[in-house]
């Protein structure tokens, strides 16, 4: 994910309410599953929206928030670079790994 992209899933969050009541939200069963081979072979829209869905769930987990700023695009590029050092690895894995290495970094729920 390069920083267009995060802007782009910024954007993308911030049409959520719209996307959401337009098309059904994936399932996390589904979701986690997923690879990040599967990820780059889905259309660009779709494959946002799932990572954004399991960026939220790993972050709720956590008790952090995704930040669309520079801390946001660190976070979208640690998950490129495990995707591409592990194209078979789990998404959701890499998603959350990459916010665990962020953890103190990032800003707490309230």
Do not use: W
Not at 40 to 66: D, T
């Amino acid at each position: 994910m390069t920083h267009a992209l995060l802007t782009a899933s910024v954007a993308l969050v911030a049409a959520s309410a719209i996307a959401h009541a337009q098309t059904p939200a994936p399932s996390f069963d589904n979701a986690a599953y997923m690879t990040c081979r599967d990820a780059q072979n889905m259309p660009v829209e779709a494959r946002k929206e799932v990572a954004l869905f399991l960026a939220e769930h790993a972050a709720r987990y956590h008790r952090v928030m995704i930040p669309d700023d520079e801390q946001g695009a660190r976070l979208a590029l640690l998950v490129r670079g495990g995707c591409t050092l592990a194209p078979d690895a789990y998404l959701f894995t890499v998603i959350d790994r990459a916010i665990v290495a962020e953890l103190a970094k990032l800003p707490k729920r309230q």
